[in-house]
T-cell receptor
Framework: RKEVEQDPGPFNVPEGATVAFNCTYSNSASQSFFWYRQDCRKEPKLLMSVYSSGNEDGRFTAQLNRASQYISLLIRDSKLSDSATYLC????????????FGAGTRLFVKA | DAGVTQSPTHLIKTRGQHVTLRCSPISGHKSVSWYQQVLGQGPQFIFQYYEKEERGRGNFPDRFSARQFPNYSSELNVNALLLGDSALYLC??????????????FGSGTRLTVV
């Protein structure tokens, strides 16, 4: 079982739609959580940190559920420019620090 | 301010050779981590360094090694290159390390092709 699992998609949505991605992690030693965005042939860019209390940044809302070990990302009012791969990231300490990326979820927003 | 810079941007090597990749973090960032990304997958964690000490290591063979210098720049070395080492190698820097909520800023990567 992978330490961080994401639905690879692709998700094909029209502009203005709301789309949600989930990510599950298996190691209870996981301590901090993030969503990154990666455009084709570019480096990943930090989208937002994820907290148990939930956090919102404009059209983006992230949520952490420690009991169920999953992380979610909600995108409202999708824009064409939101088309990208969204990577779920978990930091953990297991005798040393590790950062584990999910394989990513592809999103295509169409006019 | 300059972001994370990596060099070279592209590299072609022959099987069995050795390669050194370089990374300069954002000014003030003391943590550098290295990742390998192949097409269609997320980045795979190789190493993390903080204050010149190795703080984490991923599941990569001993052919992979790294170090961090007093100015916080870093090198990733790969010996005895295999075809499967062909990938995008990403460096990321961060203010801190460990379980804090520091995100990483990535460089644009070094694309290594082993032939």
């Amino acid at each position: 079982r992978k330490e961080v699992e994401q639905d690879p998609g692709p998700f094909n949505v029209p502009e203005g739609a709301t789309v949600a991605f989930n990510c599950t992690y298996s190691n209870s030693a996981s301590q901090s959580f993030f969503w990154y965005r990666q455009d084709c042939r570019k480096e990943p860019k930090l989208l937002m940190s994820v907290y148990s209390s939930g956090n919102e940044d404009g059209r983006f809302t992230a949520q952490l559920n420690r009991a169920s070990q999953y992380i979610s990302l909600l995108i409202r009012d999708s824009k064409l420019s939101d088309s990208a791969t969204y990577l779920c990231v978990v930091n953990m300490y297991t005798g040393g620090f590790k950062t584990i990326f999910g394989a990513g979820t592809r999103l295509f927003v169409k006019a | 301010d300059a972001g994370v810079t990596q060099s070279p941007t592209h590299l072609i090597k022959t099987r069995g050779q050795h390669v050194t990749l370089r990374c300069s973090p954002i000014s003030g960032h003391k943590s550098v981590s290295w990742y390998q990304q192949v097409l269609g997958q997320g980045p795979q964690f190789i190493f993390q360094y903080y204050e010149k000490e190795e703080r984490g290591r991923g599941n990569f063979p001993d052919r992979f090694s790294a170090r961090q210098f007093p100015n916080y720049s870093s090198e990733l070395n790969v010996n005895a290159l295999l075809l499967g080492d062909s990938a995008l190698y990403l460096c990321a820097s961060s203010l801190g390390t460990g379980p804090g909520n520091y995100g990483y800023t990535f460089g644009s990567g070094t694309r290594l092709t082993v032939v």
